[in-house]
């Protein structure tokens, strides 16, 4: 019989290299960053595509893909996810914060070689939590939020704070949440300040 005895345990961090892309469209001076977060389960090459319609709007377009790969097998393209499958609350909230922080991290490298009046930040009914969740804890960051096919979620929002006095939502369902050249003329009326 061997013995042996534990002499070391402990937690080691990895960080994941995950890809964006930063499109430039028309006259950028003073335009917005236009932040774009793919549903659970696409890429950076279907949010690619999705979002061609809306790269006329004037200003920077920054399309960030998920962090965490799904790891199925026999799929020719990979799907990503911007929170692994969790199932407790504290430790969906614990890579929320830690996925939040990497798209700061994304964003404020980009910030000082660009010349952004304002932050868009854009999402789908697949991350409308991150989205919600980094609007909540950051709103200092953000200047309007869309989303298409869903809805904000409020749970992370102190419900009587001014925090987010200064934040405009732009909610789009139905007929409104489909990509088009019709969206992208709404989305820039409403940039601008219009209905």
Same mark, same amino acid.
């Given at each position: 019989m061997s013995s042996y005895e534990l002499l070391l345990s402990g937690k080691a961090s990895f960080s994941l290299e995950v890809p964006y892309r930063l499109y430039r469209t028309g006259d950028t001076k003073n335009n917005p960053l236009f932040v774009y977060l793919h549903e659970n389960g696409r890429n950076l090459s279907a949010l690619e595509k999705i979002t061609? +319609?809306?790269? +006329?709007?004037a200003g920077y377009h920054l399309l960030i893909q998920a962090p965490y790969a799904d790891v199925q097998a026999g799929s020719s393209e990979r799907s990503y996810y911007w929170i692994p499958d969790y199932?407790?609350?504290q430790t969906?909230?614990?890579?929320r914060e830690y996925v939040s922080e990497f798209l700061q991290e994304v964003i404020d490298g980009?910030? +000082?070689?660009i010349d952004a009046g304002r932050l868009v930040l854009i999402g789908w009914?697949?991350?409308r939590n991150q989205v919600s969740y980094f609007c909540a804890t950051r709103p200092h960051y953000i200047n309007e939020m869309i989303l298409f096919g869903?809805?904000?979620?409020?749970s992370w929002m102190e419900q009587?704070?001014?925090r987010y006095?200064?934040?405009?939502m732009l909610g789009l369902s139905g007929k409104d949440a489909e990509i088009t050249s019709e969206t992208s003329k709404t989305i820039q009326r409403w940039i601008q300040g219009g209905s």
């Amino acid at each position: 019989m061997s013995s042996y005895e534990l002499l070391l345990s402990g937690k080691a961090s990895f960080s994941l290299e995950v890809p964006y892309r930063l499109y430039r469209t028309g006259d950028t001076k003073n335009n917005p960053l236009f932040v774009y977060l793919h549903e659970n389960g696409r890429n950076l090459s279907a949010l690619e595509k999705i979002t061609e +319609p809306l790269r +006329p709007l004037a200003g920077y377009h920054l399309l960030i893909q998920a962090p965490y790969a799904d790891v199925q097998a026999g799929s020719s393209e990979r799907s990503y996810y911007w929170i692994p499958d969790y199932k407790d609350e504290q430790t969906i909230t614990a890579a929320r914060e830690y996925v939040s922080e990497f798209l700061q991290e994304v964003i404020d490298g980009l910030l +000082p070689h660009i010349d952004a009046g304002r932050l868009v930040l854009i999402g789908w009914e697949g991350s409308r939590n991150q989205v919600s969740y980094f609007c909540a804890t950051r709103p200092h960051y953000i200047n309007e939020m869309i989303l298409f096919g869903g809805s904000v979620n409020r749970s992370w929002m102190e419900q009587e704070s001014t925090r987010y006095k200064h934040l405009r939502m732009l909610g789009l369902s139905g007929k409104d949440a489909e990509i088009t050249s019709e969206t992208s003329k709404t989305i820039q009326r409403w940039i601008q300040g219009g209905s």
